[in-house]
């Protein structure tokens, strides 16, 4: 097969353009590197979709199957469909579940209500506001179904992880086990949680291309709690931490901020946002989405973690410091 990953040198894009690779695909990687180098045994074309003409490196070129990774431009992924979807024989949008307006609800379905499309880009220096990135995937899923009818294949992940994930949101709580003592965690230990891991993401998407597998998923596992979650990554990377459970209102009156970024408890959310960490995963177990132990993402995130640091500084979770000003 020939595939194209539009991307290819970041998380999701590298992890695809790399099982594809090992399954005996050719496989070219359009992006402009500065995520890093595409993986053994791809082509990389380099290109700069902000630019005019910004794939002109592309044009003339045919492929069995497109992988579109854009992270949060609607006029990247149309241009890119102007392009290349007359001769591409399957396409793959990556997408989000920040594309739904319902954030409580749990048990949705790809049916679900969604935010109005935007048709717009994130400009660099812009903050990643969910609701916007959310609308602005909507208008780009519906320009690849409206573009490529019965060949779109549209996959909305939720969090995802396991090796080279840098964003600290599952990562934290592996490492920061890894480094033992009372640990902080959120008591709310039947808050639902729902993760991906890269691998399987990648290798579903590998498959979409080869058996044509079209339709809209979410691209998240089986539902599990919290609580569950938590004590098993414990469990899983072994040591002598121990979780000290910590009020939902402590927390706050901490100053503790939900779910990433700075002074924050990674995976915690509010009762409100519950339905973003509990989508119905039947429709994509049933669609061949591969789930692997919880056992494996941990071991590939925290491989991450110590090759990273586990001491140093974090886009996600609690210093040690502040960690201690809480367990004070």
Known sequence: MRLLVLGGTGFVGGAVAARAVARGHQVTCAA??????????????????????GLAALAGSTFDAVVDIAPMSYPWVADALELLAPSAGHWTFVSTVNVYADNETQGQRPDAPLLEPLRESRGDDDEIDPNRYGAIKVASENAVRETMGEKAFVVRPGLITGPADRSDRFGYWPGRFARGGRVVVPDSPDQPIQIIDVRDLADWIVDAGERGTTGTYDGIGPIS?????????????????????????????????????????????????????????????????????????????????????????????????????ILA
């Open 32 to 53: 402009r590197g500065k995520s890093g180098s595409v993986p053994d045994g791809a082509v990389h074309v380099p290109v700069d979709r902000d630019g005019p003409d």
């Open 225 to 325: 709690t919290l609580g569950q979650t938590l004590r098993g990554i414990a469990e899983l990377v072994g040591g002598d931490a121990e979780l000290v459970p910590v009020a939902a209102e402590k927390l706050t009156e901490a100053g503790i901020n939900y779910y990433g970024g700075p002074t924050s408890l990674p995976l915690w959310l509010p009762p409100s946002h519950w339905g973003m960490k509990s989508h119905d995963p039947q429709p994509s177990l049933d669609a061949g989405m591969p789930v692997r132990p919880l056992a494996d993402t941990v071991a590939g995130a925290l491989a991450t973690e110590r090759e990273l640091g586990l001491d140093r500084p974090r886009r996600s979770g609690l210093s040690l410091e502040e960690e201690a000003a």
